[in-house]
């Protein structure tokens, strides 16, 4: 198989809930080499703590590439510690216009607690409507669901868990061992 033609290893599957000021980030735990299931108990959703301000993200796709992402995340926190926007823009921009880093695909939610953004490959930091975000293969499932959910009396890990769920009911490539962290501003 030539080098081009390695289908990667690759992590799906990440829900971002804002809800009654609390924002959830929950991911699956299935990472996926082509159409094969590597593991099921993979860490998505990390939280970091950049000069002493919490943040949580979660990632989806290639997973190295991920973790390049969130480095490099890390190291913008800490260029403006508590300034989660600025990070993210600045992050962005980065990987927009550096070469090295316009390779690496991969998305990711992040949030403080009071902001929650979704941080792309294509220099775009999107602040989701409706205080609901999802990405990676089952995204679109778990965001449908999510939404369904908001005006419920559910709170936001609820209503993330339950979304999630359903996104493992549907897609193939997200399973139901969830990783899920909470932050409150």
Known sequence: ????????????????????????????GQVSLGQTVIKGTARKVRRLSPGGYDVVAGFAGSTADAFTLLER???????????????????????R???????????????????????????DVLEPEHD?????????YALAAARGMMDSDRDAEAVARDAMQIAADICVYTNGNLTVERIRK
């Open 132 to 140: 609901v975000t999802a990405i990676g293969s089952g995204g679109n």
């Open 1 to 28: 198989m030539a080098s081009s033609e390695f289908p990667g290893w690759h992590g799906t599957t990440i829900i971002g809930v804002k809800k009654d000021s609390e924002v959830v980030i929950a991911g699956d």
């Open 73 to 95: 995340l890390e190291a913008k926190l800490e260029a403006t510690p508590g300034q989660l926007a600025r990070a993210s823009v600045e992050l962005a921009k980065d990987w």
């Open 97 to 123: 216009t550096d070469k090295y880093l316009q390779k690496l695909e991969a998305m990711l939610i992040v949030s403080d607690g009071a902001d929650m953004f979704v941080i792309t490959g294509a220099g």
